[in-house]
């Protein structure tokens, strides 16, 4: 009993001590996430990524949804929406370069990843848009059921999604499957990653908020690079965690 009793006390001491290594760990890496960007190829990347950004933006809000209706209702619409998703698509498919590599050994920003198919572009687009999706769908469902009757339990609904995205879309990446989705996966790993994982959380609604500016005029095109910015480093932040917190997580 007394013996057990000390086993389980100098267990604990070492997983302290353990997680303490790991913090620190990940607090050195974190620190040079913000010049990370800046590094190699990053330099060329990051006014290519704002242009593509721009140019995908500016083509959906041409598709004018909103006032068509649907997509269906006018040819160009969907003209427009498909040719905007292509830009748009190979910056997300960069972005999961991006993850991959930060979540092994890579110190800067990938080259741009080698296209082979114009569908490779669809590809990125669905790699967000499946964790977002996934993530948002309870707040969308009680919406289109409830609307406004219960504003407090819609955003924390909205809020569980976005403690859930980052660690979604970081499932998706290196699972390459709809298995990194999984909620048996995502909601431990997100535990086990604490506290730093809260780092990767501001991100999203700062683009969400960006994405609100209109790609015309001269405040579009002073949100794209910041826009670009942003998504490098929540890449490589998602990327820095995995790769400190690989050994709790056990994904592989």
């Known amino acids: 009993m007394i013996f057990g009793g000390a086993s389980n006390t100098e267990t604990a001491l070492r997983r302290v001590e353990h997680g303490r290594a790991s913090v620190g760990k990940f607090a050195q890496s974190w620190m040079d996430v913000f010049a990370y960007p800046f590094k190699g190829s990053g330099k060329y990347i990051l006014p290519i990524g704002a242009v593509g950004l721009l140019l995908g933006k500016w083509l959906i809000a041409k598709a004018n949804i909103q006032e068509v209706g649907s997509v269906w209702a006018d040819p160009m619409c969907l003209v427009y929406l498909l040719a905007g998703m292509g830009p748009l698509g190979f910056i997300l498919l960069y972005l999961s370069d991006l993850i991959g590599t930060s979540a092994g050994e890579g110190a800067e920003p990938p080259v741009w990843p080698k296209i082979d198919r114009w569908t490779d572009a669809f590809r990125g687009v669905l790699v967000l848009l499946g964790p977002i999706s996934v993530s948002f769908l309870p707040a969308i469902v009680y919406h289109l059921w409830q609307g406004d009757a219960n504003p407090w339990f819609r955003f924390a609904l909205l809020a569980l999604g976005w403690l859930y995205c980052p660690m979604a879309i970081l499932g998706v990446v290196l699972w390459e499957s709809a298995e990194g989705l999984s909620p048996l996966r995502v909601v431990p790993a997100i535990v086990k990653a604490l506290p730093a994982y809260l780092l990767s959380l501001p991100a999203m609604p ?18 794209a690079v910041p826009a670009m910015y942003l998504l490098m480093v929540m890449g490589r932040t998602l990327g820095v965690i995995y790769r400190t917190y690989a050994h709790r997580l056990k994904w592989f």
Do not use: E, I, K, Q
Not at 206 to 218: F, I, K, N, Q, T
């Open 206 to 223: 700062l683009l969400y908020l960006m994405s609100m500016v209109p790609a015309r005029g001269v405040s579009g095109v002073a949100m």
